[in-house]
Nanobody, 118 residues
Framework: QMQLRESGGGLVQPGGSLRLSCAAS????????VDWYRQAPGSYRELLAT???????TYANSVKGRFTISRDDAENTVYLQMNELNPDDTAVYYC????????????WGQGTQVTVSS
């Protein structure tokens, strides 16, 4: 069973940066896509960024130009570089990996807390 583990969250001041990591227990090339989501208290889970197998990336409007998703196949890790953070970015951040086929299979990490506050 593939497992995902996020890391890199923490407390950062407004305007600061963090880099989140999503490490897979096996080859990340297994996945058709890997996404980053976030969920703030009382809010729905929001899709932020996606990287697909060929390396193409897409972003939500709320993070476009500030966040960058990338992948290190040798390390089996997907990253989310977050710049120009503001208090509205405070949330638990999750990664999700998808294998498409006759039946779609999803894997989720446990989440990592990001708090933006002065």
């Amino acid at each position: 069973q593939m497992q995902l583990r996020e890391s890199g969250g923490g407390l950062v001041q407004p305007g600061g940066s963090l880099r989140l990591s999503c490490a897979a227990s096996g080859s990340i090339l297994t996945f058709n896509a890997v996404d980053w989501y976030r969920q703030a208290p009382g809010s729905y889970r929001e899709l932020l960024a996606t990287i697909i197998a060929d390396g193409e990336t897409t972003y939500a409007n709320s993070v476009k130009g500030r966040f960058t998703i990338s992948r290190d196949d040798a390390e089996n890790t997907v990253y989310l570089q977050m710049n120009e953070l503001n208090p509205d970015d405070t949330a638990v951040y999750y990664c999700r990996a998808v294998i498409l086929g006759g039946e779609t299979v999803e894997f989720w990490g446990q989440g990592t807390q990001v708090t933006v506050s002065s």
